[in-house]
């Protein structure tokens, strides 16, 4: 699979997860995918059980993709994920084999303000 067909597969997941189709948002995954959250501790093997963990999810959710960066099989994606209005700054490592994601782990972090020893450093961040 060539990095143009990738990255317009990454495209249509994202765009499937900001529309919650889950039907779609799925379709870039192996069949025996596997999905890690290090900061939880969890683990989902299986298309149908990623797939069913994210649709049994009952918070509104919103995807906006700010950057994605990869080459070959390993592609990055950096994004926010908004539940219930509630931002969570995201980054998701997906590994691709024969055309479809094998593994992804997803970082999540919250927001939080400069910290007062730079804030006469920083500028704000606009999206």
Same mark, same amino acid.
């Given at each position: ?22 039907? =779609? ?8 995918? %596997?999905?890690? #959250?290090?900061? &939880?501790?969890?683990?989902? +093997? !299986? ?28 592609? =990055? ?8 209005? %509630?931002?969570? #700054?995201?980054? &998701?490592?997906?590994?691709? +084999? !024969? ?29």
């Amino acid at each position: 699979m060539d990095s143009l067909t990738i990255r317009a597969a990454l495209k249509r997941h994202w765009d499937a997860s900001d529309a919650n189709d889950f039907t =779609v948002e799925h379709e870039i995954y192996h069949e025996n995918a %596997v999905l890690d #959250y290090p900061q &939880s501790g969890e683990r989902i +093997r !299986g298309r149908h059980r990623i797939q069913e963990s994210r649709s049994a999810q009952p918070s509104k959710k919103r995807f906006s993709v700010h950057r994605i960066v990869g080459d070959g099989n390993l592609w =990055v994606t950096e994004y926010v994920l908004t539940y219930d209005d %509630v931002p969570s #700054y995201v980054v &998701s490592i997906m590994e691709f +084999r !024969g055309g479809s994601v094998c593994r992804e782990t997803q970082y999540f972090a919250d927001a939080f303000d400069p910290g007062p020893s730079r804030v006469h450093l920083v500028e704000k961040i606009e999206d």
